[in-house]
């Protein structure tokens, strides 16, 4: 791709659909060459197992250009269901030239983002731990393309408000480590009549902060969401550690801040 015959290739990852910046991975950059060899390892935190049925992986190598924009060399794409767990699959792929992304997605299924959360109830604190330990692919909320998100969670129904608790706000990022505990303080028994509803934001100086995404874990939810809430129930004083995927829908009530 340059003057000298050489290129400067980097590799860059995105699951597709919803190819964002938040799903973005990279390579380092690599010098005049045009046979580079990186044995780096990228990691994808909070992959679900409909997402290995359903996305695919878009593997592109680009030349970094200093001046300009930085160009396209070809690209590879492999469907997340050729995979199995814990196994090493290795792939020898021609690159082609750039694929179209389509467009017509389904946006109903709109994804903000994943949250890894633990749950534990304590018999030792007679009280519910929950651990908000980091998101990932958070949907970009700011000019920059970033987002400072911090997280709330409320156990429900709260009547006088007492139950809400805050991350500390991580700065410029759209995949934060938080490594928060949490305890509420509440029997076992009462447990089953509660949900915990857990939001992202985005920090905002000097105007209302924004609302990223949000889960509800309880009795009342479905799949993932029901089946974590109800292993923490069954298992005392065992930690048990989810992802869940975010959405834009929540209660009402949430969307205060």
Same mark, same amino acid.
């Given at each position: 791709?340059?003057?000298?015959? $050489?290129?400067?290739?980097?590799? !860059?990852?995105? =699951? /597709?659909? #919803?190819?964002?910046?938040?799903?973005? *991975?990279r390579t380092?950059?690599?010098?005049?060459?045009?046979?580079?060899?990186?044995?780096?390892?990228?990691?994808?935190?909070?992959?679900?197992?409909?997402?290995m049925?359903?996305?695919?992986?878009?593997i592109?190598?680009?030349?970094e250009?200093?001046?300009?924009?930085?160009?396209?060399?070809?690209?590879?794409?492999?469907?997340?269901?050729?995979?199995?767990?814990?196994?090493?699959?290795?792939?020898?792929?021609?690159?082609?030239?750039?694929?179209?992304?389509?467009?017509?997605?389904?946006?109903?299924?709109?994804?903000?983002?994943?949250i890894l959360?633990? $749950?534990?109830y304590?018999?030792? !604190?007679?009280? =519910? /731990?929950? #651990?908000?330990?980091?998101?990932?692919? *958070?949907?970009?909320?700011?000019?920059?393309?970033?987002?400072?998100?911090?997280?709330?969670?409320?156990?429900?129904?709260?009547?006088?408000?007492?139950?809400?608790h805050?991350?500390?706000?991580k700065?410029?990022?759209?995949?934060?480590?938080?490594?928060?505990?949490?305890?509420?303080?509440?029997?076992?028994?009462?447990?089953?009549?509660?949900?915990?509803?857990?939001?992202?934001?985005?920090?905002?100086?000097?105007?209302?902060?924004?609302?990223?995404?949000?889960v509800?874990l309880?009795?009342?939810?479905?799949?993932?969401?029901?089946?974590?809430?109800?292993?923490?129930?069954?298992?005392?004083? !065992?930690?048990?550690?989810?992802?869940?995927?975010?959405?834009?829908?929540?209660?009402?009530?949430?969307?205060?801040?």
């Open positions: 791709m340059d003057h000298n015959g $050489l290129a400067d290739p980097y590799v !860059k990852l995105h =699951l /597709l659909p #919803g190819a964002s910046k938040a799903n973005k *991975l380092k950059t690599l010098r005049n060459t045009l046979n580079p060899t990186w044995n780096e390892t990228l990691t994808y935190y909070g992959i679900t197992d409909e997402d049925i359903r996305k695919t992986l878009r592109s190598v680009c030349d250009d200093k001046f300009r924009h930085n160009e396209f060399i070809g690209e590879t794409r492999v469907p997340l269901k050729k995979l199995k767990p814990n196994h090493t699959k290795t792939f020898s792929i021609c690159l082609e030239k750039q694929l179209p992304v389509d467009k017509t997605e389904d946006k109903s299924l709109e994804e903000r983002g994943r959360i633990s $749950l534990k304590s018999s030792q !604190k007679q009280g =519910l /731990l929950v #651990g908000i330990v980091r998101c990932a692919h *958070l949907a970009a909320m700011d000019a920059n393309g970033y987002s400072d998100p911090y997280v709330k969670t409320y156990l429900k129904p709260d009547v006088d408000k007492k139950s809400k805050k991350t500390a706000v700065k410029k990022t759209l995949n934060p480590e938080f490594n928060e505990e949490f305890c509420y303080e509440i029997k076992h028994g009462d447990l089953a009549k509660k949900t915990l509803e857990v939001t992202v934001w985005d920090y905002d100086i000097g105007k209302s902060n924004d609302f990223i995404g949000g509800v309880g009795i009342h939810a479905k799949g993932e969401r029901l089946k974590h809430w109800f292993d923490c129930l069954k298992n005392k004083d !065992k930690r048990i550690e989810r992802w869940h995927t975010l959405t834009n829908e929540l209660p009402g009530a949430a969307l205060s801040d």
